[in-house]
């Protein structure tokens, strides 16, 4: 090979011929594997790389059977070695001839788009030998190291574009050379995904909202956990619910604030079990106004009335303390205190006896949840 054409691979490649076959042959470590149907379009074949007027036929569609393995999981920025294999090209598209090639040279350029806006440029190498005049030319499994980046992350690989330079001699000892370029695909989906983790990072969480009344629920995001590890979530002293890493350490769920939380600033942690890592976020719960009355308004001392109710805490004890407003020179008592438990559905609906030895007047009613601390507006009713 004279000295120019090695240049000219290196342009295409960035590796140098290596001998007849691929150019790894070893096998990478365990990991993901998939394999999917791409489909380039506006694929041309030229006998100079640059001058579309040297183009050989017609545009034409390639659909060749992709082929990723990847280790998985593994750490950030660290090497690894990607496998890819393409499958087999269509020989007619190529417009050799009767008689075919010898002495074939294959280079390959297969561009991916990554989740993260990277992208990467994996170049193989082949050597097959021969290449028949009709047929199909084996772009077998070749291998190419890559660098992960450099945070924890689920790594998306889509096909964006290829493109190769084939070269090779005819019977009568002439050199032939053929390149392949197609289209770049508009919207690359995904063939693979690589889980790369950070294990020297420390654990962070996003809670979504920030703020969150009593019984409703919360979004956390939490990155850089040990991978598979139990991750336990607390509100305060209080545990709440139990997730599993993913394998780049991350977990996602959503927590609900128990209705009996106080209100007010509580912080949210996740613990994980596998050395105690913490990661923890401020909450600011919301407490929620229920409703309360008594029925009658006007009740005559010594007989019943009913105390009614919405949105306490499922099964909640809750206290109503009615007193005497302001200063009175009728004779009696000047308050009485209610206990009534909500519902499962946290209504509230009890009968009680307004004691005869109350003072009549306009009393003030105070209705509070004794473990959520819920308190419902201050009404009056007049005892008679």
Not at 112 to 135: K, M, N
Not at 186 to 212: E, N
Not at 351 to 358: E, T
Request: with cysteine; aromatic share 6%; hydrophobic share 40%.
């Amino acid at each position: 090979m004279t000295p120019a054409r090695t240049r000219a691979l290196a342009l295409l490649t960035g590796i140098a011929l290596l001998p007849a076959g691929l150019v790894a042959t070893s096998t990478p470590a365990s990991g993901v594997e998939n394999t999917t149907t791409v489909t380039f379009t506006g694929c041309d074949i030229r006998t100079e790389r640059e001058l579309p007027t040297t183009r050989i036929g017609d545009n034409f569609s390639w659909s060749p059977s992709l082929r990723l393995r990847h280790p998985s999981p593994v750490r950030t920025d660290s090497d690894q070695r990607i496998a890819v294999s393409l499958g087999d090209f269509p020989v007619e598209r190529l417009g050799l001839g009767s008689a075919g090639l010898s002495d074939v040279e294959v280079y390959v350029q297969v561009d991916f788009e990554h989740s993260d806006g990277g992208a990467s440029a994996i170049h193989l190498a082949y050597r097959p030998g021969s290449v028949p005049a009709t047929g199909t030319l084996a772009l077998g499994e070749g291998e190419y190291d890559v660098y992960t980046p450099s945070t924890s992350q689920l790594q998306t690989w889509a096909p964006l574009g290829i493109r190769f330079a084939l070269y090779g001699t005819d019977a009568a000892d002439t050199r032939h050379e053929r390149f392949l370029k197609c289209d770049p695909i508009a919207q690359p989906r995904s063939a693979l995904t690589v889980a790369i983790f950070d294990p020297a990072a420390k654990a962070s969480l996003r809670v979504s909202p920030a703020a969150a009344a009593q019984g409703s629920a919360v979004k956390i995001v939490a990155r850089d956990f040990a991978p598979g590890e139990t991750v336990t979530a607390y509100l305060g002293a209080r545990k709440l619910v139990a997730f599993t890493a993913d394998t780049i350490g991350a977990v996602a769920g959503i927590v609900k604030v128990p209705d009996a939380t106080k209100p007010g600033t509580q912080t949210l942690k996740l613990v994980g079990s596998a050395n105690g890592e913490t990661a923890a976020a401020a909450l600011k719960v919301l407490g929620v106004v229920p409703s309360a009355a008594i029925t009658p308004k006007a009740v005559k001392r010594g007989t019943q009335a009913t105390l009614t109710g919405a949105k306490w805490v499922p099964n909640e004890t809750v206290k109503a303390q009615l007193t005497l407003q302001g200063k009175s020179k009728q004779k009696g008592k000047k308050a009485q205190a209610v206990t009534a438990k909500a519902s499962t559905t946290g209504a509230l609906s009890k009968k009680f006896k307004v004691k005869k030895s109350l003072a009549p007047g306009t009393y003030k009613v105070a209705v509070v949840g004794l473990a959520s601390g819920r308190t419902a507006k201050i009404f009056t009713i007049k005892l008679k």
